[in-house]
């Protein structure tokens, strides 16, 4: 857990000892003795670390330690160190989306660092802090949207447990179940307790009159109070580059999406609960039987993928790997799960009712017998997928290890090789300097040599004429 969960998680940071120490300096010698105290959780950098004065957080979570940088906290990647993979793939999301493909194109030539961030000038697609976080500004330097560190106040739903609820007033799940009866994970008391932000009601639009043209009518979330305000500042970022009618459908169409996972999960969830009440499944471990665990992957896998898909405009994420694997596949097998079991269930209540015939042993008929083995086999079967399915999970989640280890290394290789060429490119040009400093010089030398060459022709004139005069 501690190397897995609670490096993105977090962890409460917990004082149980307090010691007396002695630290040398290497350089000096000298020893300092102070009082350290010892914690259970640390290290962490965790987002939602708990720390021993009750705060939430570490800003080390994105902005790393002894840089401080601003331009790695807005990159998309630090975001992708913990929002990846098969049960929440939000960077995966991002880089098949449109502002994904504008970032790998031309996220190069940003400029990471001004502040304020001008949208159009120093960026020309967001990013994920440019959405949840940043302050943005137009070319000339207005704010037209004001940054926040609290990552609700731009979002609406929580996408990533059984049903989409609004977001809750205080992020920290375990204190909102303790010590206010709400769970975040089940939607239980949230809305009754008032733990959830509130604001929000489900219409149904009129339908269209007879010939006439109109957005299709459809179940439409209204929103009011704390949420409309909440939609209203994301719809501030998005309007930054779209219009207002390209926002407001977009949004239509995505609470639409809310709609209809919470109807799809719904079902699923009341289907496991008669499985529970006939005695299908034993509830005292919630994830060890069939209809259990394809519940899990609808919720925590196919269910999120769906969602965020919708949010993050990925059609492949919320169609393909969300929509079709939760219902065709997941509640597809829980419903013909359930249904074979309740057939079987039945066949063996006849059986309770067939004449003895020796002793108190019933007469089984032989086609009932028959397909009760047919029921059991089926029912032996869709659990021996279960090990497969979670194989191949494990099988993708091995192919986007290793591709993104091969654009690292890809990415190392062309780091080496720019390297490589900016280091001729500098031999190049001291080699030149040094041709032009030589050429230089011998034009230098080239003027004094003229002029002695020119002398020596003289005096080997004077020489031959004083040859020639001796002879005669």
């Given at each position: 857990?501690?190397?897995?969960?609670?490096?993105?998680?977090?962890?409460?940071?917990?004082?149980?000892?307090?010691?007396?120490?002695?630290?040398?300096?290497?350089?000096?010698?000298?020893?300092?003795?102070?009082?350290?105290?010892?914690?259970?959780?640390?290290?962490?950098?965790?987002?939602?670390?708990?720390?021993?004065?009750?705060?939430?957080?570490?800003?080390?979570?994105?902005?790393?330690?002894?840089?401080?940088?601003?331009?790695?906290?807005?990159?998309?990647?630090?975001?992708?160190?913990?929002?990846?993979?098969?049960?929440?793939?939000?960077?995966?999301?991002?880089?098949?989306?449109?502002?994904?493909?504008?970032?790998?194109?031309?996220?190069?030539?940003?400029?990471?660092?001004?502040?304020?961030?001008?949208?159009?000038?120093?960026?020309?697609?967001?990013?994920?802090?440019?959405?949840?976080?940043?302050?943005?500004?137009?070319?000339?330097?207005?704010?037209?949207?004001?940054?926040?560190?609290?990552?609700?106040?731009?979002?609406?739903?929580?996408?990533?447990?059984?049903?989409?609820?609004?977001?809750?007033?205080?992020?920290?799940?375990?204190?909102?179940?303790?010590?206010?009866?709400?769970?975040?994970?089940?939607?239980?008391?949230?809305?009754?307790?008032?733990?959830?932000?509130?604001?929000?009601?489900?219409?149904?639009?009129?339908?269209?009159?007879?010939?006439?043209?109109?957005?299709?009518?459809?179940?439409?979330?209204?929103?009011?109070?704390?949420?409309?305000?909440?939609?209203?500042?994301?719809?501030?970022v998005c309007n930054l580059c779209h219009s207002r009618q390209w926002v407001d459908n977009y949004f239509l169409t995505f609470d639409q999406n809310m709609i209809d996972y919470n109807?799809?999960?719904?079902?699923?969830?009341?289907?496991?609960?008669?499985?529970?009440?006939?005695?299908?499944?034993?509830?005292?471990?919630?994830?060890?039987?069939?209809?259990?665990?394809?519940?899990?992957?609808?919720?925590?896998?196919?269910?999120?993928?769906?969602?965020?898909?919708?949010?993050?405009?990925?059609?492949?994420?919320?169609?393909?790997?969300?929509?079709?694997?939760?219902?065709?596949?997941?509640?597809?097998?829980?419903?013909?799960?359930?249904?074979?079991?309740?057939?079987?269930?039945?066949?063996?209540?006849?059986?309770?009712?067939?004449?003895?015939?020796?002793?108190?042993?019933?007469?089984?008929?032989?086609?009932?017998?028959?397909?009760?083995?047919?029921?059991?086999?089926?029912?032996?079967?869709?659990?021996?997928?279960?090990?497969?399915?979670?194989?191949?999970?494990?099988?993708?989640?091995?192919?986007?290890?290793?591709?993104?280890?091969?654009?690292?290394?890809?990415?190392?290789?062309?780091?080496?090789?720019?390297?490589?060429?900016?280091?001729?490119?500098?031999?190049?040009?001291?080699?030149?300097?040094?041709?032009?400093?030589?050429?230089?010089?011998?034009?230098?030398?080239?003027?004094?040599?003229?002029?002695?060459?020119?002398?020596?022709?003289?005096?080997?004139?004077?020489?031959?004429?004083?040859?020639?005069?001796?002879?005669?």
């Amino acid at each position: 857990m501690y190397h897995a969960c609670f490096q993105c998680h977090g962890t409460p940071v917990v004082p149980y000892k307090k010691e007396t120490t002695t630290v040398e300096n290497l350089v000096t010698g000298t020893k300092l003795v102070f009082e350290r105290v010892e914690y259970w959780g640390w290290p962490n950098n965790g987002a939602g670390r708990v720390d021993p004065d009750g705060s939430i957080g570490t800003c080390t979570a994105c902005h790393t330690r002894h840089t401080f940088s601003i331009k790695q906290a807005r990159e998309p990647w630090t975001c992708g160190q913990c929002h990846l993979g098969i049960d929440h793939p939000h960077i995966e999301i991002y880089e098949q989306s449109k502002h994904g493909n504008i970032w790998e194109a031309y996220g190069s030539e940003w400029n990471w660092t001004a502040l304020p961030w001008k949208v159009g000038v120093h960026f020309n697609a967001p990013t994920c802090a440019t959405c949840h976080m940043s302050t943005l500004a137009d070319k000339d330097g207005k704010i037209l949207v004001e940054g926040s560190h609290d990552l609700r106040k731009r979002l609406v739903w929580d996408q990533m447990h059984f049903f989409s609820y609004p977001k809750p007033k205080w992020p920290d799940h375990t204190q909102n179940a303790i010590m206010l009866g709400a769970s975040q994970l089940t939607g239980k008391g949230l809305l009754e307790k008032k733990v959830a932000v509130e604001g929000y009601r489900i219409v149904l639009e009129e339908l269209p009159k007879e010939g006439e043209l109109s957005f299709p009518k459809v179940l439409r979330i209204e929103y009011y109070g704390e949420l409309a305000e909440r939609r209203n500042e994301m719809k501030k970022v998005c309007n930054l580059c779209h219009s207002r009618q390209w926002v407001d459908n977009y949004f239509l169409t995505f609470d639409q999406n809310m709609i209809d996972y919470n109807i799809t999960a719904q079902y699923a969830y009341q289907l496991l609960q008669k499985a529970y009440e006939q005695g299908i499944h034993d509830p005292t471990n919630k994830l060890d039987e069939y209809m259990e665990i394809m519940w899990y992957y609808i919720w925590h896998h196919d269910g999120r993928r769906w969602r965020n898909g919708a949010a993050m405009m990925s059609p492949e994420y919320a169609f393909w790997l969300g929509i079709v694997d939760t219902v065709m596949d997941k509640l597809g097998r829980m419903t013909n799960y359930y249904e074979t079991a309740v057939e079987l269930l039945e066949l063996k209540k006849k059986l309770e009712f067939a004449p003895p015939t020796t002793g108190t042993q019933p007469m089984i008929p032989p086609e009932i017998e028959t397909k009760i083995k047919e029921l059991e086999q089926r029912l032996a079967s869709l659990e021996s997928e279960v090990p497969v399915m979670k194989s191949a999970i494990d099988n993708i989640e091995r192919i986007v290890s290793d591709t993104k280890q091969k654009v690292e290394e890809a990415s190392t290789g062309i780091s080496n090789l720019e390297k490589r060429s900016s280091e001729l490119e500098s031999s190049l040009n001291t080699l030149e300097s040094k041709v032009a400093e030589l050429s230089t010089k011998l034009e230098a030398i080239a003027k004094p040599t003229a002029i002695v060459l020119a002398i020596i022709a003289i005096v080997i004139s004077v020489i031959i004429g004083i040859i020639s005069l001796r002879r005669k």
